[in-house]
């Protein structure tokens, strides 16, 4: 299986076939990655993304969508929609487990090499950023088990307090 690795980065300037956005269900935007991602990426990625709401209402939470990636240097943009923390819940944490696993199937399905994750859900919607890291890291690995097609898993952690998460769980110094 391949090794997984976190770095410290900006996710929208990774030359990777997929970056995965923190979106919400709107697909349209808001704060944090899933701003920094559309802003980059430019009015293409909206209009990929209003497309996809018109067709189907948005995005559930605990699933995901794909697109291209505008300008960004990655081939797609897969949109995949986290729970907002309301406590220790297992429905919750089932929830962001399925958004890294709805992912990881839209990127075998799209013949994807390489993905980059962000903390899915850590940002405004309030998870727990250690426990996020643990649901991330085991769906991730577990996902990989038996699909051996994607070659390359990068966690991007935009903060200092989750680089240091993932380099523990993940054993890098």
Known sequence: MIPLEC??????????????????????????VDGAIHRKAGPQLLEECRAIRNRQGGCPTGEAVITGAGRL?????????GPVWQ????????LLASAYRHSLELAVANHVKSIAFPNISTGIYG???????????AEVTRFLETNSSI???LFVCFDEENFDIYKAMLGQS
Not at 73 to 81: G, Q, R, S, T, Y
Not at 87 to 94: D, Y
């Open 7 to 32: 770095i410290q980065a900006d996710i929208t300037t990774l030359e990777v076939d997929a970056i995965v956005n923190a979106a919400n269900t709107s697909l349209l935007g808001g704060g944090g």
């Open 73 to 81: 240097p990655a081939k797609f943009v897969i949109h995949a929609v």
């Open 87 to 94: 406590g220790t819940n297992p429905k919750t944490e089932a």
């Open 127 to 137: 998870f727990p950023k250690p426990r996020a890291a643990e649901i991330a890291v």
């Open 151 to 153: 070659e390359q898993v």
